[in-house]
Nanobody, 122 residues
Framework: VQLQASGGGTVQTGDSLRLSCAASGRTFNSPVMAWFRQAPGKERDFVAAIAWSGGSTYADPVKGRFTISRDNARNMVYLQMESLKPADTAVYYC?????????????????WGQGTLVTVSS
């Protein structure tokens, strides 16, 4: 499985940004897709995940500001980020879990994209 993330960039506090992730290669039955992020010098943290059915879950720091969505026909997953803050600055990674149940544990995800950098300036 190949995951290609895109859409990162440098924005100002309060701006919006949409990340995209394209999946290709091996297919799975109803996989979970997720976004994680890693700030400089910190561990990789869960951001949001979405099931094949569209059910989703979010990390507390992004609830109400970020929205995860997916297009199953196109094998795409998106992360719409609103009201961005400097604390959102990180490399964002998309990930695939070849199971149907959402998990926020990084160890539950087997496939990872290369990451896209989001920088939010104050």
């Amino acid at each position: 499985v190949q995951l290609q993330a895109s859409g990162g960039g440098t924005v100002q506090t309060g701006d919006s940004l949409r990340l995209s992730c394209a999946a290709s290669g091996r297919t799975f039955n109803s996989p979970v897709m997720a976004w994680f992020r890693q700030a400089p010098g910190k561990e990789r943290d869960f951001v949001a995940a979405i099931a094949w059915s569209g059910g989703s879950t979010y990390a507390d720091p992004v609830k109400g500001r970020f929205t995860i969505s997916r297009d199953n026909a196109r094998n795409m997953v998106y992360l719409q980020m609103e009201s961005l803050k400097p604390a959102d600055t990180a490399v964002y990674y998309c990930a695939l879990r070849p199971q149907t149940v959402i998990r926020s544990d990084i160890r539950a995800y087997n496939y990872w994209g290369q990451g896209t950098l989001v920088t939010v300036s104050s």
